[in-house]
């Protein structure tokens, strides 16, 4: 390839884990397959020296380099780096952050990733990006003007009349390098089974931060395209390489009909996804509960449980009787083979649609307004007579 021809490589090479990578595809008729094991720290560095020395001859002056890696080899990987393009290219440590199940282990889940960006020159391209404000920020306070007073502290710029001067229209928070975007979960549009996909949402922010359109993007161990994929949806031109045959075909199937994922959770925000009952849950304050979001028929779990099964709990709602509370949790809970069922009932009354009586499972427990009411209407009772 010739010098200098390369605008932004991004590469995703092996991360040193000592195992061997399989994943069907969705349609269960492959498997997608690559080894990830090495003899020694040497041999792994040998091979990324060699790559990289050839990705810096090709990388235009005012190109970039992001380089994926994870905790296995991330500081062999920044001394690498800062050897080859020199510390003083080093522009920023990016954190993936993401959410994802795991199995139990006598450690701290990891939830992040590595994406290492360098540059081969001081001029480089980059195009700023802009974030949403934080909920906490003050935005009329940020649309103020400000300047250094005679002590050299920030206040509020004014005219000669005393007035706050406007500091124009915000667009939003420059991009931090703290990236939370959505692993691919299993049934995203995108998916296609191979082991250590990306998602297009990362790749398009990497290729819109440092390039322009018709700029020529490399990928030298591209997998299933992604980072093609988006370079086509942005209007860049591309470049992958792999050394799996599948992998090739698959990239070249994803680019003949290119599908992208969009994250309800970042156009929505993850709050948007807290939609617990927040009146049910203080009347549950004391117990030690973990609040379930997304189910219509359970408000929370105990973090104790029976022989490993969980414990339920739905406090009853103003427009319910207790039946219908009673068949929301039942039709919720009996799927995760819940051996018991807590409903806390703030009225009484109702027809329910198993039968006469409650399933054996559901425990009632009265509430506060029931347990008042019915302590007030003795009292009156006892002073009557």
């Known amino acids: 390839m010739e010098a200098d021809s390369i605008h932004l490589v991004y590469l995703d090479p092996p991360f040193f884990t000592q195992k061997t990578h399989t994943l069907a595809a969705k349609d269960r008729q492959r498997t997608f397959s690559f080894a990830d094991t090495w003899a020694s720290h040497d041999e792994y560095v040998l091979f990324l020296r060699e790559r990289l020395q050839e990705i810096k001859r090709i990388l235009h002056p005012a190109g970039a380099l992001f380089f994926h890696c994870d905790r296995n080899a ?11 393009f020199g510390a003083d290219k080093f522009r920023a440590e990016i954190i993936w952050h993401y959410r994802r199940w795991s199995n139990a282990q006598k450690n701290l889940l990891p939830a992040h990733q ?21 909920p906490a920020t003050n935005v009329d306070q940020i649309l103020q003007r400000r300047k250094r007073d005679t002590a050299g502290k920030a206040v509020y710029d004014r005219d000669e009349n005393g007035n706050v001067i406007s500091n124009g229209a915000k667009k939003g ?11 691919l979960n299993p049934k995203a549009k995108e998916r296609t089974g191979y082991p250590t996909q990306k998602p297009i949402l990362l790749l398009e922010r990497i290729i819109q931060i440092a390039s322009r359109e018709n700029d020529l993007v490399l990928d030298p161990f591209c997998g299933s395209g992604t980072t093609l994929v988006a370079a086509a949806l942005l209007n860049r031109r591309a470049i992958g390489i792999d050394i799996s045959p599948d992998a090739i075909d698959l990239a070249r199937q994803r680019l003949r009909n290119p599908i992208k994922s969009e994250s309800n959770l970042l156009q929505t925000g ?38 490993g099964a969980p414990i339920p709990i739905r406090v009853q709602r103003p427009n319910e009787t207790i039946p219908e509370t009673a068949a929301s949790l039942y039709k919720a809970a009996k799927s995760k083979n819940a051996p018991i069922m807590f409903l806390v009932a703030l009225k009484e009354g109702g027809y329910f649609p198993f039968g006469h009586d409650l399933p054996p499972e559901i425990v009632v427990i009265d509430g506060p307004a029931i347990l008042i009411s019915r302590f007030v209407s003795q009292l009156k009772e006892n002073l009557t007579v």
């Open 74 to 84: 991330s500081h062999i990987i920044r001394l690498l780096l800062d050897e080859l």
């Open 114 to 134: 590595t994406i290492y960006y360098y540059t081969k020159s001081d001029q480089f391209t980059f195009n700023v990006l802009r974030q949403a404000y934080s």
């Open 173 to 183: 928070v420059p991009l931090s390098d703290v990236w939370d975007i959505p692993y």
């Open 270 to 307: 993850r709050d948007a996804y807290k939609n617990a009952s927040q009146d049910a849950l203080a009347l549950l304050q004391g117990l030690d509960i973990v609040p379930v979001q997304r189910n219509k028929g359970i408000d929370a779990f105990l973090r104790d449980d029976i022989n």
